[in-house]
Structure formats: C-alpha cells, structure tokens
C-alpha cells in the first residue's frame, strides 16, 4: 500500500527582523530630531531691506507689550534663565515691531547688565 506523500509546508517568514528593523530606525529619528520649545507668544518682525535670519538657536522674544519669553519661560522666570547664561553668550531678539523703543532699549540695558552684549535682532523683508 502506498501512502500519499504529504507536502511539506514552507516555513512562515518571522516578523522579527522587520520589528527590530522599526524600532531602530523609530529611535534613531527620536535621537537626531530637534525638539524646540514653540514661540512663547505671536510676534510679528519689523520690517527691514534684507531679511535678517537669526542664526544662533537661543532666542529672546518681546512682545508689543514688553513681555519677555525664553526658552517657555515668561516675564521674571525667564530672566532668571537668562540670568544662568555664559558672559558673552551670542542671543537672537525676536521683538514685536510695534514695541516702542525706550521699552526696546530698557530691556537691552538689563541684558547688557546680565553680560549678555552679543544680540541680533529679527527682522523680515
């Protein structure tokens, strides 16, 4: 008597490697990505010939109002982080361009007291 021979059945592919595979590339865009803080507030940059592209990534931004956001921070607090600052540490100012100049040129003086005296201002064309 003969006995039907009985296929064999192909071995399913492992899904193991194609996880592994996700989860590498899941942490290694988790790694290089830049997480930075959103603007504390709207600001809308006086206007200028050249467009004047901040290129250093610490940023200072001033609203209409003179109110002043770091990092998150808000008003005393984010003085206190500019407080912590390096001497000398190159700063972007993001102001409103309906900021009057003497509330502009007050919070330039505390800067320059803090030795923050590196400060590019933000404008756009």
Not at 19 to 45: D, K, S, Y
Request: net charge negative; charged share 20%.
């Amino acid at each position: 008597m003969q006995f039907p021979r009985q296929r064999r059945r192909p071995m399913p592919e492992s899904i193991v490697p194609m996880i592994n595979v996700v989860f590498l590339l899941l942490i290694f865009f988790l790694m290089t990505a830049q997480i930075a803080p959103p603007p504390p507030f709207a600001v809308e940059l006086p206007h200028a010939a050249e467009d004047g592209t901040l290129e250093n990534e610490t940023v200072i931004y001033l609203s209409a109002e003179g109110r002043i956001g770091f990092q998150g921070m808000m008003g005393e607090a984010a003085w206190e982080a500019l407080a912590a600052l390096p001497e000398g540490q190159a700063l972007g100012l993001q102001a409103d361009w309906t900021l009057e100049a003497a509330e502009l040129a007050r919070v330039m003086a505390r800067l320059s007291g803090l030795g923050l005296t590196r400060i590019d201002l933000a404008v756009q064309r």
